[in-house]
């Protein structure tokens, strides 16, 4: 069905891909793997018509074509599920999954009812129980992702390439999800699968191909190779065990909340040490991300208490936070991002005491500073002066994260904090998540991916629809016991919570 043939592209002081060859064939999963910076979202891109090779040609169904923009290659049944989903978020659901093609009445105005109706049955192929005429920016980026997926299928199209669409999901949710790749394969429909989760690889795809620095580097079928070659394959190296050994030492809490409700959750009381790092497991929807968000001081909460060092702390807006030690990484990163500014600008930008005096910024040390975190936390930049919005997705998120390790922040609270990460920096920011607590900091960990919740935490929280529903030890936690207490028994085990 597909050829990419010798694609070559160029950014300045970057060459992305370089003679790069992918095929798909028809009812085929490919999947492309590689480290952030790989080339595997820039060559999507070219596929989609949002950037124009510098050489090489596309050919589909034996054609060579050219896709000047993302509309001339949906016209050619092919399209793209972001990353970073794209909709419009001030319109309906239906306005977003439709766009472009909403059914009309005889008289030429819009049928809502007929609207709604194709809506409901797309949302209900891709696991989700959500009214149609509900805007799209009250979703959760796990609906979000999903509601992109329902949009390929409204286009009917024949290729779809999904990219990291499991980003933000549970298990329940990507079993979803596989369901429907499964039978949209079965009726010749194709697709570029590109995954860090290298298990899931395994599961859905027919063929891998292995990107680094900007060249493929292997190609095989999934029956044929397995996740440490792969893995050796795309960072030239033996990662080892993923996680760090525990060990912590949990000193005085740092944080305690006490009974606190808020749009998504409520009575929700737990506390955090010094030097250990608590994981808040659930699924989608159970409220995790509206707790921190409200601990955060970025939404309202309604009652309770938070304390900080044991001492009540009013929290009414984030740089309240901030000025008592707490810092919140989004699970969108873009929601952390000063687009137009360097990398340097995006590390240091929440630290200004560390590189200015008497109002003047020195900037030989802001560049030191920036250097510095970089190197640490393996940034693949050209420079320190690269706009941020170059940068892969991965490495923008090393970037928030150096920020608040400049700023010496005592509580950090990551929210899906590898999301779209590869496994080699992974690893590395699980390193940097113990070296955190091992020197101090205290750390709660929001994630979807029940092993990094498992092999990173000390306590595990599990919330189920807004409330805490338990807690287990680190060392006595098992996927088994987390779930059991995320799902209970009369819950639907499909789909996100509404």
Same mark, same amino acid.
């Given at each position: 069905?597909?050829?990419?043939?010798?694609?070559?592209?160029?950014?300045?002081?970057?060459?992305?891909?370089?003679?790069?060859?992918?095929?798909?064939?028809?009812?085929?999963?490919?999947?492309?793997?590689?480290?952030?910076?790989?080339?595997?979202?820039?060559?999507?891109?070219?596929?989609?018509?949002?950037?124009?090779?510098?050489?090489?040609?596309?050919?589909?169904?034996?054609?060579?074509? &050219?896709?000047?923009?993302?509309?001339?290659?949906?016209?050619?049944?092919?399209?793209?599920?972001?990353?970073?989903?794209?909709?419009?978020?001030?319109?309906?659901?239906?306005?977003?999954?439709?766009?472009?093609?909403?059914?009309?009445?005889?008289?030429?105005?819009?049928?809502?009812?007929?609207?709604?109706?194709?809506?409901?049955?797309?949302?209900?192929?891709?696991?989700?129980?959500?009214?149609?005429?509900?805007?799209?920016?009250?979703?959760?980026?796990?609906?979000?992702?999903?509601?992109?997926?329902?949009?390929?299928?409204?286009?009917?199209?024949?290729?779809?390439?999904?990219?990291?669409?499991?980003? &933000?999901?549970?298990?329940?949710?990507?079993?979803?999800?596989?369901?429907?790749?499964?039978?949209?394969?079965?009726?010749?429909?194709?697709?570029?699968?590109?995954?860090?989760?290298?298990?899931?690889?395994?599961?859905?795809?027919?063929?891998?191909?292995?990107?680094?620095?900007?060249?493929?580097?292997?190609?095989?079928?999934?029956?044929?190779?397995?996740?440490?070659?792969?893995?050796?394959?795309?960072?030239?190296?033996?990662?080892?065990?993923?996680?760090?050994?525990?060990?912590?030492?949990?000193?005085?809490?740092?944080?305690?909340?006490?009974?606190?409700?808020?749009?998504?959750?409520?009575?929700?009381?737990?506390?955090?040490?010094?030097?250990?790092?608590?994981?808040?497991?659930?699924?989608?929807?159970?409220?995790?991300?509206?707790?921190?968000?409200?601990?955060?001081?970025?939404?309202?909460?309604?009652?309770?208490?938070?304390?900080?060092?044991?001492?009540?702390?009013?929290?009414?807006?984030?740089?309240?936070?901030?000025?008592?030690?707490?810092?919140?990484?989004?699970?969108?990163?873009?929601?952390?991002?000063?687009?137009?500014?360097?990398?340097?600008?995006?590390?240091?930008?929440?630290?200004?005491?560390?590189?200015?005096?008497?109002?003047?910024?020195?900037?030989?040390?802001?560049?030191?500073?920036?250097?510095?975190?970089?190197?640490?936390?393996?940034?693949?930049?050209?420079?320190?002066?690269?706009?941020?919005?170059?940068? &892969?997705?991965?490495?923008?998120?090393?970037?928030?994260?150096?920020?608040?390790?400049?700023?010496?922040?005592?509580?950090?609270?990551?929210?899906?904090?590898?999301?779209?990460?590869?496994?080699?920096?992974?690893?590395?920011?699980?390193?940097?998540?113990?070296?955190?607590?091992?020197?101090?900091?205290?750390?709660?960990?929001? &994630?979807?991916?029940?092993?990094?919740?498992?092999?990173?935490?000390?306590?595990?929280?599990?919330?189920?629809?807004?409330?805490?529903?338990?807690?287990?030890?680190?060392?006595?936690?098992?996927?088994?016991?987390?779930?059991?207490?995320?799902?209970?028994?009369?819950?639907?085990?499909?789909?996100?919570?509404?």
């Amino acid at each position: 069905m597909l050829r990419l043939k010798e694609i070559s592209k160029s950014f300045p002081g970057v060459r992305a891909l370089d003679s790069v060859d992918v095929t798909v064939g028809e009812g085929e999963v490919v999947a492309l793997i590689g480290e952030n910076g790989a080339g595997k979202s820039t060559l999507m891109k070219i596929l989609n018509g949002i950037y124009q090779p510098d050489s090489g040609e596309i050919i589909l169904n034996g054609e060579t074509v &050219s896709f000047p923009t993302p509309h001339a290659a949906l016209e050619r049944g092919v399209s793209m599920v972001h990353q970073e989903p794209k909709l419009c978020l001030p319109l309906s659901i239906s306005e977003n999954v439709l766009i472009g093609h909403l059914p009309k009445t005889r008289l030429g105005t819009v049928d809502w009812g007929k609207a709604h109706a194709i809506t409901r049955e797309l949302l209900r192929r891709v696991g989700l129980r959500l009214e149609p005429k509900t805007t799209a920016e009250h979703l959760s980026i796990a609906e979000r992702q999903l509601l992109q997926i329902a949009k390929a299928l409204a286009f009917n199209s024949r290729l779809i390439v999904l990219d990291e669409p499991t980003a &933000s999901l549970t298990p329940v949710e990507v079993d979803v999800l596989f369901g429907i790749v499964r039978d949209l394969q079965a009726s010749g429909v194709s697709f570029i699968y590109i995954s860090h989760h290298l298990d899931e690889i395994f599961q859905i795809a027919q063929r891998v191909a292995v990107l680094k620095d900007g060249r493929k580097v292997a190609e095989a079928t999934v029956a044929h190779t397995n996740k440490a070659e792969l893995v050796t394959q795309m960072v030239g190296r033996d990662l080892g065990n993923r996680f760090p050994a525990k060990g912590r030492v949990p000193g005085e809490p740092i944080l305690e909340v006490e009974g606190l409700t808020g749009r998504g959750f409520r009575d929700v009381s737990f506390m955090v040490r010094r030097g250990e790092v608590v994981g808040i497991a659930g699924l989608v929807g159970a409220g995790r991300t509206e707790l921190a968000r409200g601990i955060y001081g970025a939404d309202p909460v309604q009652r309770g208490a938070v304390k900080v060092h044991g001492k009540p702390a009013r929290i009414r807006h984030p740089a309240d936070a901030i000025a008592l030690g707490i810092a919140y990484i989004a699970e969108d990163r873009r929601d952390g991002l000063f687009m137009p500014l360097a990398v340097k600008e995006n590390i240091t930008c929440a630290a200004p005491e560390k590189f200015s005096s008497g109002g003047m910024i020195r900037e030989r040390a802001r560049n030191a500073i920036a250097k510095d975190y970089i190197g640490a936390l393996n940034i693949r930049t050209p420079s320190a002066e690269q706009p941020i919005q170059l940068l &892969s997705g991965g490495n923008q998120q090393k970037c928030i994260l150096a920020r608040w390790i400049v700023k010496g922040v005592e509580l950090i609270i990551f929210d899906e904090p590898t999301r779209g990460i590869d496994v080699g920096a992974k690893s590395e920011i699980y390193r940097l998540v113990d070296q955190l607590a091992r020197d101090g900091k205290a750390v709660i960990l929001i &994630s979807s991916e029940l092993p990094e919740v498992l092999g990173m935490s000390d306590r595990v929280l599990v919330m189920e629809r807004g409330r805490l529903s338990g807690e287990v030890a680190g060392d006595a936690a098992t996927e088994e016991s987390v779930l059991a207490l995320a799902l209970p028994s009369n819950t639907p085990a499909q789909g996100a919570y509404p």
